[in-house]
């Protein structure tokens, strides 16, 4: 079995479960004979068809909407939008219908969808292409929201988001989509989809995030080791709905929590974890609370884009202000 | 200096106001003249489950409704050429076909009466429940019928729209991806003059909303929508072709909204009385009744006796309407999700137990 | 001089504006001879002409759209969309133009303009006609977010968003839309965009809010006083940028603080201000912070919208836990 | 049956591929012989500037960059026709547009080198910057083709928009509402078959892509877009038409994507080799230069020579770009408002200072 990326294991998900399903089919712009912009639909359309994998009008209202009425007819659509800064046409489609379907006809009807985000900056992209807009979806009721961050979750997070009978956001972040290869075996194996994962133990600090920034965390942690403060480590996963337990629990032992993710600070989701930490482990913080984000303002073009993205500095510092305001 | 294309929009019409045929005879749909009895009672259905509706809001039993008033050949005539298979997306006015289509009479009630239960169709369970976000229905019938033309069945999506929906972005969705894949898709233009307070010429420049299927290489069709006969024909022609693999149409029903815009708005405060007036010298009901009247096919008293039975068929609907013990609180939470993720036990719980 | 309605306070300040500044606009569906649905315009097409107040085709896209164009060039459009449910197609040229314009074009080109939004739920309206979807805008950097909750703070700060040269959204809490009346002088005042509101002072528990919901939080307190509990209450009015001193001085006092809004609980605005008390405020705390909010649901139709809103009993609940936990 | 109206899409052509007129004499825009050898150096200049910028990008020195090859009759016939006092609101391709507007190639290059310096044009201070959520462009244009009506300024908005851009909402709503209001706006559709991978013909269903502004009752025609003689004159007639008050027109210019879509795409990968060899022979430049050298108007030493001198502009301009130091970090909340507000003056200090 060889190693494969991210973007790899995306592929690999999608291909197990158009097999094993014919209900799933994959929709978007450019995703059938180009494989998609990012190629995560390579091949695809050579093994599947045209009909299980479709070139859509260049709209994204028209995909959203498509992509509704497929699901409401039994279908299971993964679209995919091209750039995470191209989602804001769809929230419509999203938010007054998909998420509300089965609620809003008390189980009548329902939308079995994914919607693939490639998301995030760092890769030196053209204005609109390096958005994380993940907040834009967590504060509504009926959707899921995954951000997998690396080939083994990527693949099975996907496989269950496909499986899923309601829809799903799923956010790639497209930075680390070559970044390092793992084995993942083709197994069909999904993963939970409310599970937070701790990936590094930890006893003074819990660093808590998602996505391309879990590099930065885990390599925030090595640093701070050497520095003799231990950093636990969890990789979000799914932010709604949020295993909170996971992260309370992290934090009943540390006492400290930085919270991580490149969105801007205000409104971002890292608040919503600040906050139930506010809420639930109040008591078993021994500093404040620190988030280290992108900045209240829009990801600059790429010459910047490095100034605001959160760095392994940043998160360093966060920590140690937690350490030493305790 | 050559042409690269050119279009012509067609207009249809069989019965006149005053209830003669403009042509010769009756158009090839109509298999037997009881066909159109039966569906005069089907419009006249509407009317009095329509104007109890009306009467009940007043009265404060029913929230918000949007009144059919004047719009029953459109409705009836168009959901009158459907399979039962085939797949019905409305907005929220097409009382008249989605009673045809079989949503009850309650169901209908319930909705406007704050109670998702009623978008739960016991019988018309291939249909969409209303939809409130204007032309965003268009895209679920598009995506609908993709889903038909892939797993090949012979089945067509139709949905409504309005004067003032056509404007909206959705539905140029749903017709450019119609004609991009060939879907069986109908897309229904009730075009009665207003939406709301904005009049329509005030929605577009274009000289007939039914050209605006050319956008999307569709056929585009105006039909007269007062007229049951000419509604039934060109939806029926515009469904086959459809289940033929031929692809979709926009069918501009030109009608009027007799009505206020919903019972929560006053549309003497923007137009003119006179041009109700007008408008009500061609409603549908009236000329379909003389027609049948003169054919010796309907009599005063049929129409008494069936008002009768219509009423009191409506009636025991909105009894059982009032009669249903509002749903369990609990229900926001049981239907959000398949099934009820971990995080959110602890609120339902919360809206549970006291307080 | 007499009293207004919150509604008549924004049609005072949308006249005031228009006859003070001919660049000001008004474009809407039915804003014109029906002067909007809820009559926020009533008289202003009569008065300023069609040329300042217009009626726009029905297409959300359409009107967020133009309004950016005619902001670019100068006029100061105020648009409006008719119920917070409708927004959705909005968001794409509100994110992607208008809160980026002066940034991207590095102050060469401005959107000053105002999105009217009436908010939330209680009135028994249809369906997606009820929404509180505020965190879909706090965000975004370069959007500022008001909600005023009394007639004097809708005129003042309405005017201010007018003035304001960038992008403002403005939501309007329909259900207290004519709930009193107060004395609104029509001096052409306007009140500062990044202020909150001291409602009520107290010492034992400060209640943030905004919108409708300060009317619960004046019941509860009136509750609570009988009880012994003295509560503060502050409506933040300006959601972004956030006037976060206010709340944490009062949070210093009361050691704390019960956040309450209609919107969905994960996600939602109440999050932010709780994650800045977890950063800033943990060691003022004596109590865990409490969100009393619209649950993790869709804003349910009207039979059970009541079940849904938080509830003056709710409030007070957990004012009362914040007590007992200290 | 009657007809409620009717329609034909025109094709305009002048200049053949071999460079030889269709008809018996230039068109009438043409002023004099000189006005096109000045409007074919503005498309050679275009071209150079093209190839120097995708040639930066190969090296490292560009960011993604999308090449406007073939393009170039569009671009300069539509840009040649409009006033200084109008507004060009452009999508991200049109490089001979923003050139002959008066953009600044190191302008250009600072946008794609990820410096957001590159769009506060220091000229063409009318015009809108690169847009790169596909149509949205089209609405900003309609939104300033309001106020200038409103304002009775005798000024018209002029926007570009793909093939592919001619499926989004936004392209339909800016159309509706040019009808609606009857907006001094035109709007080019550059079709040149390709939205990245995927072909025009997956679209829509329309036979024109011109037609689609028949669904906002707009003038609608359809042009030979490597032809500059016919583009400028179809672009000229609109623009009048808009500026004396006639409302809105839809432009379908038809050419060809001779590039990759962007400096990051591998055209092979979905279409062929032959049907690009094909365009080749059709592209714009090749039949201009025919027809002047033809006429005696230019020749080969005055083509070399006038390529030199281009190249020479631009590397001045490169070079003036790639000695640009970055922008202060800062900048990206020094911009984001009017003013700085409290709320975010931690984050900039923090931003500033020692991390
Ligand atoms: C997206 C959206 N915007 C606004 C509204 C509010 N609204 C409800 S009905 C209506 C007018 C609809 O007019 P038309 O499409 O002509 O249909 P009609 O009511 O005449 O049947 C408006 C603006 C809405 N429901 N959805
Ligand atoms: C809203 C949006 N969706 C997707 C994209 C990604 N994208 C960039 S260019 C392009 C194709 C555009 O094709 P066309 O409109 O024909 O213009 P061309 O590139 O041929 O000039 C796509 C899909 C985008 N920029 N914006
Ligand atoms: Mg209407
Ligand atoms: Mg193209």
Not at chain 1, 313 to 323: F, K, L, S, V
Not at chain 2, 56 to 73: D, F, I, V
Not at chain 2, 78 to 91: C, E, G, I, Q
Request: hydrophobic share 40%.
């Amino acid at each position: 079995m060889a190693a494969i990326t991210l973007i790899e294991a995306v592929t690999q998900a999608l291909a197990y479960e158009m097999a094993n399903d014919g209900a799933v089919l994959v929709l978007g712009e450019d995703v059938g004979v180009n494989g998609g912009v990012f190629r995560a639909t390579a091949g695809l359309q050579q093994r599947f068809g045209d009909q299980r994998v479709i070139d859509t009008p260049l709209d994204e209202t028209t995909i959203a909407g498509l992509t509704v009425g497929l699901s409401l007819q039994g279908m299971k659509p993964v679209a995919e939008a091209q750039f995470d800064g191209f989602v804001y046409p769809m929230l419509d489609q999203l938010i007054c219908h998909a998420a509300r379907m089965r609620n809003r006809t008390r189980g009548r009807l329902t939308c079995p969808l994914v919607l693939r985000v490639p998301w995030g900056g760092g890769i030196r992209a053209p204005e609109h292409h390096s958005e994380a807009n993940e907040a834009m979806f967590t504060n509504v009721p009926g959707l899921r929201v995954v951000l997998p961050s690396s080939p083994q979750r990527a693949y099975g997070l996907l496989l269950a988001a496909i499986r899923d009978p309601d829809p799903v956001i799923f956010f790639e972040p497209k930075r680390i989509y070559r970044q390092y290869k793992e084995e993942v075996p083709d197994d069909g194996e999904a993963l939970p989809l409310d599970v937070c994962y701790v990936l590094r133990d930890g006893i003074d600090v819990t660093l808590v995030t998602w996505g391309a920034q879990v590099k930065e965390c885990l390599e925030a942690a090595e640093k701070l080791e050497s520095d003799g403060i231990s950093a636990e480590v969890i990789d979000v996963a799914t932010l709604r709905p949020l295993d909170f337990a996971t992260i309370a629990e992290s934090v009943a032992r540390t006492g400290r929590c930085v919270i991580v993710h490149e969105a801007p600070r205000t409104g971002g989701f890292g608040a919503e974890i600040a906050a139930r930490l506010a809420e639930q482990s109040m008591f078993d913080l021994v500093a404040p609370v620190e988030r280290v984000t992108g900045w209240d303002t829009h990801i600059p073009l790429f010459r910047l884009e490095m100034k605001y993205l959160p760095s392994v500095e940043r998160i360093c510092a966060a920590a140690r202000r937690t350490m030493e305001r305790s | 200096m050559s042409v690269a294309a050119s279009f012509s929009i067609e207009y249809v019409e069989h019965l006149a106001a005053d209830g003669r045929l403009k042509g010769e005879r009756l158009p090839n749909w109509v298999e037997s003249p009881q066909q159109l009895v039966d569906l005069y009672r089907h419009m006249l259905f509407t009317r009095s489950f329509d104007s109890k509706a009306v009467a009940l809001q007043r009265t404060g039993k029913l929230g918000t409704y949007a009144s059919c008033l004047g719009h029953e050949a459109s409705h009836v005539g168009v959901a009158s050429a459907m399979h039962v298979d085939d797949l019905l997306a409305v907005s929220y006015r097409e009382i008249g076909a989605m009673l045809m289509r079989g949503v009850r009479p309650r169901e209908i009630l319930m909705y406007w009466g704050g109670d998702e239960r009623g978008s739960c169709f016991e019988q018309a369970i291939n249909d969409l429940p209303i939809c409130v976000p204007i032309a965003t229905q268009c895209l679920h019938a598009a995506g609908s019928a993709l889903a038909f033309k892939l797993r090949e069945e012979p089945r067509v999506a139709v949905a409504f729209v309005g004067d003032g929906g056509s404007s909206k972005s959705d539905f140029y969705a749903a017709l450019n991806s119609a004609g991009a894949y060939a879907l069986p898709l109908v897309l229904v233009v009730v075009n009665n003059q207003w939406a709301i307070s904005v009049p329509r010429r005030a929605q577009t420049g274009a000289q007939t909303l039914a050209q605006k299927g050319l956008a999307g290489g569709l056929e585009s069709i105006q039909v007269d929508g007062n007229d049951l006969l000419a509604v039934r024909e060109v939806a029926e022609h515009a469904i086959k072709r459809a289940r033929n693999g031929h692809g979709g149409t926009v069918i501009e029903c030109i009608t009027y909204r007799l009505s206020d815009h919903t019972t929560a708005d006053d549309a003497r405060r923007y137009r003119d009385e006179a041009e109700v007036k007008a408008a009500w010298e061609k409603e549908p009901m009236l000329r379909l009744r003389r027609y049948l009247i003169e054919q010796g096919l309907w009599s005063e008293s049929e129409e008494t006796e069936w008002k009768q039975e219509c009423n009191q068929r409506v009636d025991e609907e909105v009894n059982a309407y009032l009669e249903l013990a509002p749903p369990p609180a609990t229900d926001m939470f049981d239907y959000l999700y398949a099934e009820l993720p971990d995080d959110l036990r602890g609120q339902r719980a919360q809206l549970e137990g006291p307080r």
